[in-house]
């Protein structure tokens, strides 16, 4: 039997999150990470990215969408995160529409701010995350 850790994901609106979990694999900015127990301490910068869950003795992994965050590991782990969303949560239709509204705003903006140039593309890579998230996630189509 695989070792269990509490994983607690924290949004700034509510605890989206809380179990055991036998592992959590995040994307940091170093790229995909997986932590479980016994992990050494860790404190990281995550991407916006899929977040994969596998609960205790589960036998699939849950899925969410995550907009980025950190990752505080230690004798449990906690992710701290502005939104998480569950793959059946996601309105497709939604994060369509902002993605095409956000590419639109590039192209009629291109010698805009940088700021809101990569604002506007941190909104299409957070539309592209929920959307492989809503369809079983990017790595299963791999």
């Known amino acids: ?15 989206f999150y809380r179990g055991d979990v036998e592992l959590v694999i995040v994307r940091t900015l170093s790229g995909d ?7 050494e301490w860790a404190c990281k910068l995550l991407a916006v990215s899929e977040m994969w869950i596998q609960e205790t003795s589960a036998p699939e992994y849950k899925i969410a969408a995550i907009s980025g965050g950190f990752i505080d590991v230690k004798d449990s782990i906690v ?18 529409s902002e993605k095409a509204s956000a590419e639109d705003w590039l192209t009629k903006h291109p010698d805009d701010d940088p700021m809101n140039i990569e604002r506007a593309k941190i909104a299409i890579q957070k539309a592209i995350t929920r959307m492989n998230v809503s369809q079983g996630g990017a790595r299963r189509k791999r």
Not at 2 to 9: D, R, T, V, Y
Not at 33 to 39: I, K, L, Q, S, V
Not at 79 to 90: L, Q
């Open 1 to 15: 039997m695989a070792k269990k850790i509490n994983l607690e994901i924290i949004t700034p609106s509510k605890v």
């Open 79 to 96: 992710i701290y995160t502005d939104a998480a969303e569950w793959a059946e949560d996601i309105d497709m239709e939604k994060a369509l």
């Open 33 to 39: 990470e997986g932590f479980m127990a016994g992990h």
